[in-house]
C-alpha cells in the first residue's frame, strides 16, 4: 500500500475484481504484487550495471515491478502479462507513473501475451520472475531462454522471487546460482556453455 500511495499508482492484489481474480486462479496461480523491501534485497543482489541491462518481468501483473525496476536506472523495463485486465491496469499505473517521475530515464513498457511466446531481446537481461504460472510454462520458458542465449550469448540474470520451481533452475547446468535466501534466488547464464 504504502508503494502505492507513494507513488499515485495502483497495483494491489485487493483491487483486483472477483472476475479477474477468477481468471487468473484458472491460469494455476494467483496475482500478488511483488514486496518493495525483497526487490531491493534482489536488486542488490545483483552482479550488474543496471544502466546496460533491460528488465523484463515475466507474469508482470500491474506493473508494480517495472516501476520498482525504473529506480535502479535500467534502460528499459519491459512487462509480460497474459491476463488482459491486468496489463491494462499496468498501462494506466506506468502512464501515472511516468508523469510522476519525469525525471527517469528507464523505458516502460507493458505486453499483453503469453510469456511462452515472448521473444527475448539480444541484449543484457534481467528476468524477473515471481511465481508467474505453472510448471509447464515455467520449463518453456526456461527452454526458450536457454535457445536465445545459445543464439546471442550476453549476460543475463534471472531473479526469481517465491522458489517453487527452484528445483527446475537448479538442474539447469547452463545457470549458476550468484544469491539468494529462503525467499529468493537469483542466477546467471554460465559463461562456459549456452
Wanted: hydrophobic share 45%.
Amino acid at each position: 500500500m504504502d508503494f502505492d500511495r507513494d507513488n499515485m499508482v495502483d497495483t494491489t492484489r485487493a483491487n483486483v475484481p472477483f472476475r479477474t481474480q477468477l481468471a487468473i486462479a484458472l491460469t494455476g496461480h494467483a496475482y500478488y504484487a511483488s514486496e518493495p523491501y525483497l526487490f531491493e534485497q534482489m536488486m542488490q543482489a545483483l552482479p550488474v550495471d543496471f544502466d546496460r541491462f533491460t528488465f523484463v518481468d515475466l507474469g508482470s501483473g500491474k506493473g508494480r515491478a517495472l516501476m520498482m525496476a525504473a529506480g535502479y536506472g535500467f534502460r528499459k523495463a519491459i512487462g509480460v502479462e497474459y491476463i488482459p485486465a491486468l496489463h491494462r491496469a499496468a498501462q494506466q499505473n506506468i502512464r501515472k507513473f511516468a508523469e510522476e517521475h519525469r525525471d527517469l530515464n528507464t523505458q516502460l513498457e507493458s505486453l499483453c501475451m503469453d510469456a511462452r511466446d515472448y521473444q527475448f531481446l539480444a541484449e543484457p537481461l534481467v528476468l524477473y520472475m515471481y511465481n508467474p504460472f505453472p510448471e509447464p510454462v515455467f520449463v518453456a520458458v526456461l527452454n526458450k531462454l536457454r535457445q536465445s542465449i545459445e543464439e546471442c550469448r550476453r549476460p543475463v540474470i534471472i531473479a526469481y522471487r517465491f522458489l517453487e520451481f527452484a528445483p527446475l533452475l537448479a538442474r539447469c547446468d547452463w545457470l549458476e546460482k550468484i544469491a539468494g535466501t529462503e525467499q529468493w534466488a537469483a542466477y546467471r547464464n554460465r559463461r562456459d556453455r549456452p
